[in-house]
């Protein structure tokens, strides 16, 4: 089967199609024939600085989600044909993950869908509405007449945080570095639109957040737990600020009385999350947004925009 490997750190240029053998099926993993999977930071990350580590099972194939068919079950309870998401779990990382014709992920890592989505579309959903999802509802405990900040909001995880905030009858805030990104961000329903110049809580806001979404991370993440009313909850689930830790985090003084801080890490999906995201995107007319197609065989253009963020949105291989 044709597919994209690396052997350790690289750069995108470099990256190029091999063919390898099509993985064997394996009792309580399920065979995936791929039609397409999404682009990650992650998989940026794991060419540019962690494909040396010892924990990366090298040679391997990236890729943390994809959408395809059964091609054979493992023995569990999926079918030969039903319509299938994929993520996480160790895919791309432990094992081999998605830029692939076919991929092989645990049974608890694929979930059938029922959908008239295209793949591409599909594509589009699994990590990034997942991640979205589980901030809003693990994270936040939103619900209906919540006000809702997020922040980093241009990013693909806060655009599909914006669509679901909206579904699930919050007020949105959206923050972002340029004034220029307002109306693409009222467009997918934001209700306000904010520049973030790293002091939120200094800035007279419209409407009074009391659930925040932090995409930026640790940078702004003490800022965020300023902006919002009391009680307020904050979820930090991004770090596009590259900053990835609190130095001399000491949760007294820095998290303020009535703030409750959490975060969500996307590698624990559930089949009841997955079918909720489902229902919420059937009920509320909600289309999983991307922004570039690229084809197996233009992995070196899809990496190099995914490296430099550049595409706006989810990026999408189209395996077939
Ligand atoms: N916790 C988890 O399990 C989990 C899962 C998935 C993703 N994530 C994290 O969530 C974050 C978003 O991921 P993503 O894939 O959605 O990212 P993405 O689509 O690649 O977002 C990139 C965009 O974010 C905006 N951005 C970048 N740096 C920013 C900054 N300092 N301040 C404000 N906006 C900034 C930029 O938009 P403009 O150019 O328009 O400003 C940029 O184009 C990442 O940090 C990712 O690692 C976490």
Redesign the pocket.
């Known amino acids: 089967m044709k597919a994209i490997v690396i052997d350790g750190c690289c750069s995108a240029e470099s990256l190029h199609v091999s063919e390898i053998p099509r993985p064997e099926a394996r009792s309580g993993w399920v065979l995936i024939k791929v039609f397409a999977a999404g682009l990650?930071?992650s998989e940026a990350l794991l060419r540019t600085m962690e494909a040396d580590a010892d924990y990366i099972a090298t040679p391997i194939v990236p890729g943390i989600e994809c959408v395809g068919e059964v091609a054979d079950a493992g023995g569990g309870k999926l079918s030969i044909g039903d319509k299938v998401i994929a993520l996480m779990g160790g895919m791309g990382r432990s094992f081999n993950g998605s830029y692939a014709e076919y991929a092989l992920v645990p049974a608890q890592n694929v979930f059938k869908v029922e959908t008239t989505l295209d793949w591409v579309s599909l594509a589009a959903l699994p990590?990034?509405y997942f991640?979205a999802y589980g901030s809003l509802t693990e994270g936040l405990q939103l619900t209906a007449g919540d006000r809702l900040l997020v922040r980093?909001a241009?990013?693909?995880?806060?655009q599909a945080a914006i669509q679901l905030g909206k579904a699930l009858g919050a007020k949105v805030i959206a923050t972002?570095?340029?004034e220029s990104?307002f109306g693409k961000l009222r467009d997918i329903g934001a209700d306000e639109c904010v520049v973030?110049d790293g002091r939120i809580s200094r800035q007279p806001l419209r409407i009074r957040p009391n659930k925040l979404l932090e995409?930026?991370?640790p940078r702004t993440l003490r800022d965020s737990l300023l902006t919002v009313a009391r009680p307020g909850y904050v979820c930090n689930?991004?770090?596009?600020?590259n900053v990835f830790a609190v130095a001399q985090f000491d949760p007294i003084k820095y998290i303020p009385n009535g703030v409750f801080l959490t975060g969500?890490?996307?590698n624990f999906p559930t089949q009841a999350a997955i079918d909720a995201i489902m229902r919420l995107a059937n009920q509320n007319a909600i289309h999983p947004l991307y922004a570039k197609v690229f084809s197996l065989n233009e992995i070196v253009e899809a990496h190099t925009l995914l490296e430099q963020?550049g595409a706006?949105?989810k990026i999408i291989l189209k395996i077939r």
């Open positions: 990650n930071h990590e990034t991640t980093g241009t990013s693909t995880v806060g972002c570095r340029k990104s973030d995409l930026i991370g689930t991004g770090v596009l600020g969500f890490f996307s963020s706006g949105g």
